[in-house]
């Protein structure tokens, strides 16, 4: 016996940090009620929460000191929860794992009463998780189960293999043992048959049995009471004079570190009835001990173990490969806690009482082994987990530290006498589902072609369908051909040895034995040469079925690729599509836009237009109006230029008169001195009368004028012939153009040979010189451009000066070449206004009487 304490678990190095882990898998079952009138202390508020209400009577005593709980777990399953139901959410999926080499433990935890046993095993016609679990798992596997005794279990918790012929050989052997065959009469009609717990149609099945697989089931049953392992299912003889109280098991731990019961029977079942009978079998000696010994079952746990060995097929997929490297073994330990009610509960005394602590010692170990892993896996330390200090903890310890799933069901009753306890198992509960264990990893796999068992199959098939045919043997064993084959052979001679000195019969029985060896001989030789035949035949079939299947196999993967493009490719035209969608959409607005754009222009232009058009009318009315203020200008212009001349010549012809009077005067004076002077002076010269001006309309100044002395010879010799053509002539003119003027391009220019131009006149020009003109331009009240030449004879004047008399005006009108030149105009007048106020006001057809200028040398 291992006592807690005594040695603990070696830490072992720490496992890489990579490694997957799920956290413990609780799940709540709420029991119904016994009685309905019973107070409820327990609430489904979601399928995830319960909610404890404090019974009446405690919320008095302790003043309300009792809150309203809430605790969360996996699922929770309320009082209608069938087991199917149950089974489907919480067991199924460690049957998969178990089938897929994968390690399970499931336990139920509660306080007693709360349904453990209900659930675990269940009652007839509610068959609990574990009849549904063996139920499950020869669903899956049973066609694909191997023949008894191949898988055989070694003492260390592991599992051999042996060929067909030993395993056959161990059959008999077993079955020659056997005493009293075992009939369905000699069961005790009180155990529930499997039928009786399972409903036929609730049978489920695993889908992804690996099918070149042969399997094989060891269940062990063991129960732990007060610390002591007993196996449930040890053939050991009862004695009913003098009961021999049951050995106890120590733990071990294998080469895997799995702990195991050492010496503990493992039956190999073949069926889930076979299964269910060994655990009935168990059961009843559970209760056969507990009766004896005067023990409570409810604090006691038991351990059912399914163990599920499985080794490929050989490539033939005819026998297991007899690799042990190659067998996988996997096992599910379905566990029914004790009660974990704690002891003053239990009322009990003496032995009782130490049963019960022991009991609670093995929950509480189990409570502090969560307690202290929670810790480690959260703040990262590394307490020792203490496994060792119970049984039951011991056991399960590789399940936490190594690998595997783990599920628990917390049972609750919801009854108020069982509240206080409750909820500690709540507590256990919500603390045990923050611990987390590895994730079973997936084993390898063989590296033979899968289907083996399947092609095999069925070319065993076809064999028969041949040898059908051929009205052969279906089987080896037929006895129609061993008899056929019999009677073929050389008849046996009659071997009755009556006479000792009888040398002939045996002679002849040995030649016979002789003669029937040799055909036996040759038919084995035939039978070999046909066989090997058929092998070679089958082995080019197998290649070629091999070199399909590979063939087979390329194709699917390049079909697979050619998915996976096809599967891109619609998404990229998804993904061009809805582009080219949004596109589309964008062109629309865009063009929408476009079109209000140019409406926009369009009305834009025509008020532009409808402007210039108004700009154009304004443009020629202002021009108009120009070109009536200039010619109002120029008359007006005109007009006062004529009245200034007017006025000047009128003053100058009052102011000659004037001197003319005063010469006169001075003259009649000077005959007068020179009359009354000496006797010296000379007759007096009759006076000379001067010229003057005789302009008719300067005759009504003249008589207002005052007489004065005519002015000094100063009147120029006037050439009273005037000749146009001699312009053309060999008469030297001074061509005067401002240089304001335009060029015209006019034909009518005047033609003056000779002529010397200038753009202002001066003296050197004028002395060579007979005749001046003065091209003078200006622009007329119609907006034609007038030229003027002003003509005139140069003299010369006596004080050596020159003097020009302008004798005749000719005009020629354009029309004004370019708007601007218009203004040039206006410079004109820079340019000669000495001549414009001299000029002579002188009619087109002037005669020889003109205005004469007067230019000082
Ligand atoms: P435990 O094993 O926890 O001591 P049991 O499983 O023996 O409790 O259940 C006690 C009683 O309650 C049994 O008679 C059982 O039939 C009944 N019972 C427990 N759970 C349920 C349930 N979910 N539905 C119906 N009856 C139940
Ligand atoms: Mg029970």
Redesign the pocket.
Known sequence: MQRAGKGKTPRRPKKPSNIEKDPVGVYC????L?GEDEECCVEMISSSTIQLHAPDGLKANRNGEYKEMQYSFKKVFG?K?TQTELFEDVAKPLIEDLIHCKNGLLF?Y????????????G?PG?GGLLPRSLDMLFNSIGPFQAKRYVFKPDDKNGIEIQNQVDALLERQKRDSQASVPKTPSSRQKADPEFADMINPDEACKSESVDEDCCYSVFVSYIEIYNNYVYDLLEDAPFDPIRPKPPQSKILREDQNHNMYVAGCTELEVKSKEEAFEVFWKGQKKRRIANTQLNRES?RSHSVFTVKLAQAPLDADGDYILQDKSQVNVSQLCLV?LA?SERTNRTRAEGSRLREAGNINQSLMTLRTCMEVLRENQMFGTNRMVPYRDSKVTHLFKNYFDGEGKVRMIV?V?PKAEDYEETLLVMRFAEMTQEVEVARPVDRPIYGLVPGRRQRNQAFKDELSRRLEERGGPVNGEDPVLLNQLIESLPPLPPCELSDPSDDQTLPRMIEVLERRHRIRQMITEQFNQTANAMKSMLQQFDSQIHSKETVLFDQRSKLGEKDKVIINQKTEIERLEKKSKTLEYKIDILQKTTEMYEQDKRSLQQELESREQRLQKELAERRRMEQRMQGMVTDTKMKWEKECERRVNAKQLEMQNKLWVKDEKLKQLKAIVTENGGPGSGPTEPPVKPDRPSRERDRHVAQKRSASPTPLSTVPPVRPMHRRSRSAGGEKWVDHKPPTNLDLDTVLQPILPNAIKVSTPNEKALSKCHKYVLRHQELASDGEIETKLIKGNVFKTRGGGQAVQFTDIETLKQECPTAPSRKRRSGSGEGPTDFNENRAPVANASSAQGYQKRRRP
Do not use: F, L
């Not at 079952?29 to 119904?32: D, E, L, Q, Y």
């Not at 709360?114 to 095993?121: F, L, Q, R």
């Open positions: 079952r709420i029991r119904p016994s009082i929860t139920t509660g306080v007693t009463g709360s349904g453990k046993t209900y659930t675990m095993t009652s509610e409810s029914d009660g049972c009753n």
